[in-house]
């Protein structure tokens, strides 16, 4: 009895390995239509306090001015970086958003051309 059951054991695994070889491989899924969006953090400015007002001392309106200043040309450094490494890929872009515009245009007029086409022949 013993030989049959290891026959069959046998015989089954070598069926199922069988059956796993002819299996078709599972597909990569697909690449995305776009990529995701990039997470981009936020500037890291700090802004100033309130204003200390016409009525505070001269040193604390000395300093707003000098923290409003600073959070200023933080925001405008954290601009002037975010446009240089954004403008390679506005430049990568730029024909693919050309294309979209002029199939746009040239969709227009044909639209404009065919709906003249249809009325002078109504």
């Not at 990529?35 to 309130?50: D, I, L, M, R």
């Not at 040193?59 to 446009?83: F, H, I, S």
């Not at 002029?102 to 249809?118: G, R, T």
Request: glycine fraction near 4%; charge should be positive; charged fraction near 20%.
């Amino acid at each position: 009895m013993m030989p049959v059951r290891s026959l069959l054991t046998g015989l089954a695994l070598a069926m199922s390995a069988h059956a796993l070889a002819q299996a078709p491989a599972v597909p990569a899924p697909a690449p995305p239509s776009a990529p995701a969006a990039a997470s981009v953090p936020p500037p890291n400015c700090k802004k100033p306090g309130e204003h200390p007002g016409r009525l505070g001392l001269d040193n604390a309106r000395r300093n707003w001015v000098r923290d409003a200043n600073g959070y200023l040309e933080c925001l405008k450094k954290y601009a002037t970086e975010q446009q240089a490494i954004g403008k390679p890929l506005i430049d990568q872009a730029r024909p693919h958003i050309d294309a979209a515009n002029a199939a746009i245009e040239e969709h227009n007029k044909a639209a404009a051309l065919f709906k003249a086409e249809q009325d002078k022949n109504d």
